[in-house]
């Protein structure tokens, strides 16, 4: 049976950290490109990162560079998003989608090449 969640949100305050994780189970992320999406109330959605798995190459928006970080463990065929330095603008749904190939590097953040989705986890940045 084939399964893929997110997992990891949370409550946090400004400043704080929380780390993200997409697992599959029942197929391998070998071949694919695992993106990390948000969407706040009243936002399109935002492709924030991307991993393609077997290279390890990463893509960031601005909104995100030097704050979050994504990687891989093949072992655990899972993708984590570590987020740090927290915003409130950072609150919204967090989704995973799957690629079953490598992008452009223009195209990583384009939500309609990604298929396969996971059903999102709430991150909320408050005080």
């Known amino acids: 049976e084939m399964h893929f969640a997110e997992s990891g949100g949370d409550l946090v305050q400004p400043g704080g950290s929380l780390r993200l994780s997409c697992e599959a189970s029942?197929?391998?992320?070998?071949?694919?490109?695992i993106g990390w999406f948000r969407q706040a109330p009243g936002k399109e959605r935002e492709g924030i990162s991307s991993i393609v798995f077997s290279e390890g190459t990463t893509y960031y928006a601005d909104s995100v560079k030097g704050r979050f970080t994504i990687s891989r463990d093949s072992a655990k065929n899972t993708v984590y998003l570590q987020m740090n330095n927290l915003k409130s603008e950072d609150t919204a749904v967090y989704s995973c989608?799957?690629?079953?190939?490598?992008?452009?590097?223009?195209?990583?953040?384009?939500?309609?090449?990604?298929?396969?989705w996971g059903q999102g986890t709430q991150v909320t940045v408050s005080s």
């Open positions: 029942g197929f391998t992320l070998d071949a694919t490109t």
């Open positions: 989608g799957l690629l079953d190939s490598t992008p452009l590097p223009t195209q990583w953040a384009q939500a309609e090449l990604y298929f396969y």
